[in-house]
């Protein structure tokens, strides 16, 4: 902010700080943002125009979000996604089961465990066939 504007007050005694002047360049005022603006070609935004305010209300109005408890076109079985029950089972979520067992991903942590926890569930996962 230019110090020369001064502070920004309530209501009518606000100073506008958006469009301030900038001073002399001949004592070097100014040169460095001078210097900036020369290095390269500012942007051209094209012919643009505003669109009239009723093709602007008409256009909010039309991309409304859902609310949330509306009633809804689509019936599918609340236990769609399981294995059990009516509509498509787990093959629908495409999901891949992992055939990586447990005490195989366990052990490529056994050399980073400092405690010994990693160290304990591996021998249960062995244990268990995991």
Do not use: C, F, H
């Not at 100014?30 to 602007?56: H, Q, R």
Request: proline share 7%; aromatic share 4%.
């Amino acid at each position: 902010m230019n110090p020369l504007a001064g502070p920004a007050g309530p209501g009518k005694y606000a100073t506008r700080t958006d469009n301030l002047q900038m001073g002399s360049t001949v004592y070097g005022e100014g040169i460095e943002t001078a210097n900036i603006l020369s290095a390269a070609p500012l942007g051209k935004t094209g012919d643009v125009k505003g669109m009239p305010s009723a093709e602007v209300r008409s256009t909010a109005t039309a991309a409304l979000p859902t609310e949330l408890y509306a009633k809804s076109d689509e019936v599918r079985p609340i236990s769609s996604g399981l294995d059990t029950g009516d509509g498509p089972n787990s093959s629908a979520l495409m999901m891949s089961k992992s055939n990586i067992k447990l005490s195989d991903s366990l052990a490529t942590m056994l050399p980073y465990d400092t405690t010994g926890e990693v160290a304990v569930l591996y021998q249960q996962a062995l244990a268990q066939g995991n």
